[in-house]
């Protein structure tokens, strides 16, 4: 079922030119994979709302706030899932890579402790999700309606894509260690940085200047949803990027499209709850950001724009090399999720309703 869905989502894409922790709580106020637009869904039968079958093996004690900057208007809450997978084929141009333009509207932020390591994670929705007219965001958070473990599992995925990227260093060294014993190092105080390209955030429209660099997998992290395109390109409206934000945060850009008007007018029609948990969830699975933290030098500086690159896209794979990621986002083992299958562990609240 999982592999149909990444089929469907990749011809979609094509076709639009594509352990414990507390639970957070609500917030109006306000103050970085890859998002698929898919040609079909797959049916949905059920109607009841299981419980997701991945538990991660962590016990953490974390703290979930909420810090926005602008008053989002939202009364529409659906709640939904994560990303996908695909091996588009390299642009024969690069075009100019661009800083970030677009500013914060709405954070939520993560704290937990992983094993006695702290992870601090910030989610933040950028404000041109919030001005578009069309499938508008006034945020996007944790789906802690449907996973109540939501926040030790965004942590955990991060502490687990900073080992992935740590052994992709010196695989034949690191390569037998296992995540126990890599949290447990980092707990202990060692230093496992490891390298990866970094743009610079200049926040002026000016080009961002991008270099090899250690990534500290003690430093926050912060997910950046946003619109705009970022410097890792997937496919057309696919694409995303690994900055150095300030005080050494490593901010993660994810772009993140409306779905095209027809495509969800039909999805709508043929299933209202699992057409919202798709477009509202499914889609903002934070997964490709993370995994490419492992991926070579090339694809984290050009993403398939080059042949290096593109031969590199394939380990994203979902539910492959990286599996145990994907399986905190969205599990992997889905056959019995039923209309679960499209809630993952991020959820956008729509600003306004996108009912045809």
Not at 11 to 27: D, E, F, I, K, Q
Not at 62 to 74: D, G, H, Q, R
Not at 243 to 266: E, W
Not at 294 to 313: I, P, Y
């Amino acid at each position: 079922m999982r592999k149909a869905v990444l089929a469907v989502l990749l011809v979609g894409l094509l076709a639009t030119g594509a352990t414990s922790c507390g639970v957070p709580s609500g917030s109006t106020a306000a103050t970085g994979p890859a998002v698929l637009v898919p040609a079909d869904l797959p049916t949905s039968t059920a109607t009841p709302v299981p419980t997701p079958s991945s538990v991660p093996t962590e016990t953490s004690t974390p703290t979930v706030t909420l810090t926005p900057t602008s008053s989002p208007t939202s009364t529409n809450t659906p709640t939904m899932t994560p990303t996908a997978t695909f091996t588009p084929e390299p642009s024969a141009t690069v075009g100019p890579v661009l800083a970030l333009a677009d500013t914060p509207a709405y954070r939520q932020e993560v704290v937990c402790e992983v094993g006695g390591a702290s992870v601090p994670v910030t989610i933040v929705t950028g404000k041109s999700l919030q001005a578009r007219e069309w499938f508008g965001i006034s945020s996007i958070g944790l789906n802690a309606a449907y996973y109540p473990d939501a926040a030790s599992r965004l942590c955990e995925m991060v502490l687990r894509a900073h080992r992935h990227g740590w052994i992709s260093d010196d695989p034949d060294t690191r390569g037998g260690v296992s995540f126990e014993d890599y949290r447990g190092r980092l707990a202990a105080g060692e230093d496992l940085s490891y390298e990866a390209f970094l743009f610079t955030d200049t926040g002026d429209g000016s080009p961002a200047v991008g270099a090899p660099a250690p990534v500290d997998p003690r430093a926050p992290v912060e997910f950046f949803y946003t619109e705009e395109p970022g410097p890792i390109y997937l496919a057309e409206g696919a694409s995303f990027g690994v900055m150095r934000g300030g005080n050494g945060t490593l901010r993660l850009l994810i772009q993140l499209l409306p779905p095209v008007r027809r495509y969800f007018d039909r999805h709508y029609a043929e299933d209202a709850p699992g057409a919202l948990a798709y477009y509202t969830s499914y889609v903002l699975n934070p997964a490709t950001a993370l995994q490419s933290l492992s991926l070579s030098l090339e694809f984290q500086r050009d993403g398939v724009r080059t042949a290096e690159g593109s031969a590199e896209a394939g380990r994203l794979a979902a539910c492959g090399e990286f599996r145990d990621l994907d399986d905190l986002a969205y599990p992997c083992n889905d056959a019995n999720l039923g209309p679960a299958r499209f809630q993952s562990l991020m959820r956008a609240i729509l600003s306004q309703s996108p009912v045809p």
